[in-house]
């Protein structure tokens, strides 16, 4: 259970990405009272938490209800992760969620960024919501189940405070160690994905 809990830990890490979300925060909210400020961070890790539990216990009935096997889901969801590292390493995720906070930045709808789009899609996007969809359905049982979400609950809470502090993590790190990490954390969800399409195309062939 210490390796699903690892497995966990840094699957939700690399696609919730803390790191990067806390620069584009910091600009959402730059001028808001810290209150405010501290409150929508609040709010939009709740709200992202609860939909991705909601994903992780009933995501699976929702595929059955749709007629979609766990395994192409797998394979799917690998092929998307896979996309999202690519992004990663060539920067273009964190270009495309600067382009979407200038947007409204510049539509001038800074008072509540909680919910869009720091919930969803920045906390929990595609990715995340295929992340726990996949490790859920690699296994049944209660305690696989709370290992998952305690993974989540502790990534869940780094997120939080690294939006209370991105105005100062981002004067320490400086950009050109963001984009490091980044790239390495790219590296990282690309195995990972790679493994998510071996374990799907496996599970489709066998007899």
Known sequence: ???????????????????GC?????????GAPRDHARAMAARAVLV????????????????????ISLDGFRI????????????????????????????????????????????MPMIAGPGSIASIMLLMSKGHGLERT?????????????TYFALLLAGPIMRVLGAKVEAVVTRLLGVLLAALAAQFVIDGVKASFQV
Do not use: C, N
Not at 1 to 15: G, Y
Not at 25 to 30: D, E, M, R
């Open 76 to 119: 799917a969801g690998g092929i998307m992760l896979f996309l999202i590292a690519l992004d990663m390493v060539f920067e273009k995720r964190t270009q495309r969620r600067e382009e979407r906070a200038q947007k409204l930045l510049d539509a001038h709808e800074v008072e509540d960024v909680s919910i869009f789009p720091m919930a």
């Open 146 to 158: 709370l290992v998952i979400l305690a993974a989540l609950a502790a990534i869940l809470a780094v």
């Open 1 to 19: 259970m210490i390796e699903l809990f690892v497995s966990a830990l840094v699957t939700f890490f690399v696609v919730i990405d803390p790191p």
């Open 48 to 67: 992202a938490g609860a939909i991705l539990v909601v994903f992780a216990l009933f995501g699976q009935d929702i595929l059955r209800a749709l007629g």
């Open 22 to 30: 806390a620069p584009i925060y910091a600009g959402l909210t730059a």
